[in-house]
């Protein structure tokens, strides 16, 4: 058990379909990312909120939208997708500031796009 | 971040130690050296990490050689649930953005334990 849990773990859509990713951590950390990893690639930063407010979006594409309404809580809005976009896609979570800077992954979503 | 340079793939006899290297010849005074794995199908786990002097955990050790050009991370009694791709991140322990930064991954290093 990491703290940190997705949901839902797979999931298969089709190309106008509009999904949401979702993310919850329980380790009262005010940090949360969201990666991309592809297969035989390097996982890829997309989305960094700090404190609720987005602080860093590494040039993703519109179609996808994320949100943090809390600290806790972390989504990932999908429309519109491409297959190109079937990926494992992972949530992070990280104190502010901490002197470790550890991140705490979760399990991630196995999304495949038809 | 600085770069770093792993090898693709390892091999390991379960129970001996594991010895990844990671050569970071760009890091800068303020950067600390990290290690992650990913066991298939989960998410990266941090394992330890580093600045200038060796770091050990009840995970693994870390050392740095003095001029923190490179690195080698140390499973000491590797098991078959190490099996996993490790990744050797450098990267500066001040923030931008808030007070978060992200990770910028590798490919890393596919360490395979043998029974």
């Known amino acids: 058990e990491t703290g940190v849990t997705q949901t839902p773990r797979h999931l298969v859509m089709g190309m106008t379909n509009k999904k949401s990713l979702k993310c919850e951590q329980h380790?009262?950390?005010?940090?949360m990312y969201w990666y991309k990893q592809s297969a035989k690639k390097p996982l890829e930063l997309m989305f960094v909120y700090s404190l609720e407010e987005r602080v860093e979006n590494n040039s993703v594409p519109s179609r996808f939208s994320p949100e943090c309404p809390n600290s806790s809580h972390l989504f990932l809005h999908l429309h519109t997708l491409q297959p190109e976009d079937s990926a494992l896609y992972l949530c992070?979570?990280?104190?502010?500031?901490?002197?470790?800077?550890?991140?705490?992954f979760g399990p991630g979503t196995r999304l495949t796009v038809l | 971040d600085a770069k770093t340079t792993q090898p693709p793939s390892m091999d390991c006899a379960e129970g001996r130690a594991a010895n990844l290297p990671c050569n970071h010849s760009?890091?800068?005074?303020?950067?600390?050296v990290y290690w992650y794995r990913q066991i298939h199908s989960q998410g990266p786990q941090y394992i330890i990490h580093g600045l200038k002097n060796n770091e050990t955990n009840e995970m693994a050790s870390l050392i740095i050689t003095e001029d923190r050009k490179s690195s080698t991370l140390i499973l000491p009694h590797a098991t078959l649930r190490d099996t996993a791709v490790y990744y050797c991140?450098?990267?500066?322990?001040?923030?931008?953005?808030?007070?978060?930064?992200?990770?910028?991954f590798g490919k890393g290093t596919h360490l395979i334990i043998q029974p």
């Open positions: 991140i450098v990267r500066p322990l001040i923030y931008s953005g808030g007070g978060a930064d992200g990770l910028t």
């Open positions: 380790l009262g950390h005010n940090a």
């Open positions: 992070a979570s990280s104190p502010l500031r901490s002197s470790y800077n550890e991140q705490f």
């Open positions: 760009t890091i800068s005074g303020n950067e600390y």
